[in-house]
């Protein structure tokens, strides 16, 4: 069983950073691959970062390449994904996510994922 805990949102300008955690338990972790999604109120949940067990393997949706990145501290058990160049639209709920499939694949696609953290909130001001 995998426990996902996020930290890091908050408010921020346009323009501003912010980096996101995912505190990480459960055996399975180093075999899992690892995603961030986000949801806006009155929108579909949607993958913005994903990565292989590793980090060697980084995926990004369009809107977030060249912005965010995501990564991992094996020490820490911790997945974080940084956010720079924030913008209005990138307002929403962030969740980190864990596919401990035998064959995962690093998907952008919520179904793929098995275990779910609580999310925390990003807030981006004009």
């Known amino acids: 069983r995998v426990q996902l805990v996020e930290s890091g949102g908050g408010s921020v300008q346009a323009g501003g950073s912010l980096r996101l955690s995912c505190q990480i338990s459960?055996?399975?972790?180093?075999?899992?691959?690892m995603g961030w999604f986000r949801q806006a109120p009155g929108k579909e949940r949607e993958g913005v970062a994903a990565?292989?067990?590793?980090?060697?393997?980084?995926f990004y949706t369009d809107s977030v390449s060249g912005r965010f990145t995501i990564s991992e501290d094996k020490a820490k058990n911790t997945v974080y994904l940084q956010m720079n160049s924030l913008k209005p639209e990138d307002t929403a709920m962030y969740y980190c996510?864990?596919?401990?499939?035998?064959?995962?694949?690093?998907?952008?696609?919520?179904?793929?994922?098995?275990?779910w953290g609580q999310g925390t909130q990003v807030t981006v001001s004009s």
């Open positions: 996510a864990a596919d401990t499939g035998l064959y995962c694949s690093a998907s952008l696609e919520r179904y793929e994922y098995d275990y």
């Open positions: 990565m292989y067990p590793g980090g060697a393997n980084t």
């Open positions: 459960g055996d399975t972790y180093s075999t899992a691959c």
